[in-house]
């Protein structure tokens, strides 16, 4: 049963009107555990350059690469755009964090 107040709105309306949890609701704005954020932290870097294109610019997995080397993380990244960015011949990857 959903409590309500004097004006017949439940403790969730009021709580959203106001920014405030709902009575007997968890805090959904938790710290992430240390290792998670190390985790995250350590996640190594590539640099993806795109080489040897005439145009000087290679579409793959949903992004833009040109001669100028931009930094990712493998995250960033379905399983399959992975494979598809190591794959490609036209595609220097460099790790930084070695």
């Given amino acids: 049963m959903v409590k309500k107040n004097e004006n017949n709105t439940d403790a969730a309306t009021v709580a959203a009107q106001t920014h405030q949890q ?12 240390a290792d998670t954020v ?3 932290a350590a996640e190594p870097r590539w640099s ?4 040897a294109v005439p145009n000087k610019r290679r579409m793959r997995a949903g992004r833009l690469f040109t001669e100028t080397p931009v ?3 493998r995250s960033e990244f379905s399983e399959h755009e992975w494979t598809a960015i190591k794959n490609d011949p036209h ?3 460099i790790p930084l964090d070695e």
Avoid: D, F, R, W
Wanted: a neutral charge.
């Fill in 71 to 73: 930094t990712v993380t």
């Fill in 91 to 93: 595609l220097k990857l």
């Fill in 48 to 51: 993806v350059q795109a080489v």
């Fill in 22 to 33: 709902p009575e007997g609701a968890a805090s959904q704005q938790l710290a992430a555990p």
């Fill in 38 to 40: 190390l985790a995250a």
